[in-house]
């Protein structure tokens, strides 16, 4: 059975650094892995989606990398912001039965101004 | 851009209450699930439908019925309700075939039962 984990469970920073965000799971095999921001009584918004033919994926300030044969992910974030303060969460993706996809339980990320 | 809606966003039962929770979405996606969320237990499945007349179940599926007799509506019903089933319900929905697609979250719709 995958397992996702993500460490770590919080993280507080001061504006303006870069960070780093840990995702691994247990279980190679998987199609993709997504990355999520769920802001405090919000759903989950996607950020980003790596297939797992694919090594890395960028939006913005947001760069996001899959390395299957070590069972990581790694999300970073650069010139951190205050609007940047949510839960990220992770989940792989592994197909076949169900629904495939498997989540870890979230960094809580606090950017201080 | 509605993107995946449910309704209603917050709701209050009594033990043995039955409802519905509505989710719908406008992409035309094939895939839609429903999850709760929990503290310290994360996300988990509860029923999923690749298609409309097609559904099967997660993780967590007693307690819930649903049903797809359309692309757009997926309705999560709780047949009975338990104070164990007090938590935060998401619905999702994705479009490429096979698991290689976005999924896309509604805002959630939370419940407390009594």
């Known amino acids: 059975k995958q397992e996702v984990t993500q460490i770590p469970a919080a993280l507080s920073v001061p504006e303006g650094e870069n960070l780093v965000l840990n995702c691994s799971f247990t279980?190679?095999?998987?199609?993709?892995l997504q990355w999520f921001r769920q802001d405090p009584g919000k759903g989950l918004t996607s950020l980003l989606l790596?297939?797992?033919?694919?090594r890395e994926q960028t939006s913005g300030r947001l760069n996001a990398s899959l390395d299957k044969s070590s069972g990581r992910s790694t999300l970073y974030i650069a010139a951190s912001q205050p609007g940047d303060s949510a839960t990220y969460l992770c989940?792989?993706?592994?197909?076949?039965?169900?629904?495939?996809?498997?989540f870890g339980k979230g960094t809580h990320l606090i950017i201080q101004p | 851009n509605a993107g995946v809606t449910q309704t209603p966003k917050f709701q209050v039962l009594k033990t043995g209450q039955s409802m519905t929770l509505q989710c719908a979405q406008d992409?035309?996606?094939?895939?839609m699930s429903w999850y709760r969320q929990d503290p310290g237990m994360g996300l988990r499945l509860i029923h999923y439908?690749?298609?409309?007349?097609?559904?099967d179940q997660g993780e967590v599926p007693n307690g819930y019925n649903v049903s797809r007799s359309t692309t757009e509506d997926f309705p999560l019903r709780l047949l009975s309700a338990a104070p164990s089933q007090t938590s935060v319900y998401f619905c999702?929905?994705?479009?490429?075939?096979?698991?290689?697609?976005?999924?896309?979250f509604g805002e959630g719709s939370r419940l407390t039962v009594l």
């Open positions: 999702a929905s994705r479009g490429l075939a096979g698991w290689s697609g976005e999924l896309f």
């Open positions: 790596i297939q797992s033919s694919q």
């Open positions: 992409m035309n996606h094939e895939y």
């Open positions: 279980d190679s095999a998987i199609y993709n």
């Open positions: 989940a792989a993706g592994a197909g076949g039965g169900a629904d495939g996809l498997t």
């Open positions: 439908s690749v298609g409309a007349g097609i559904t």
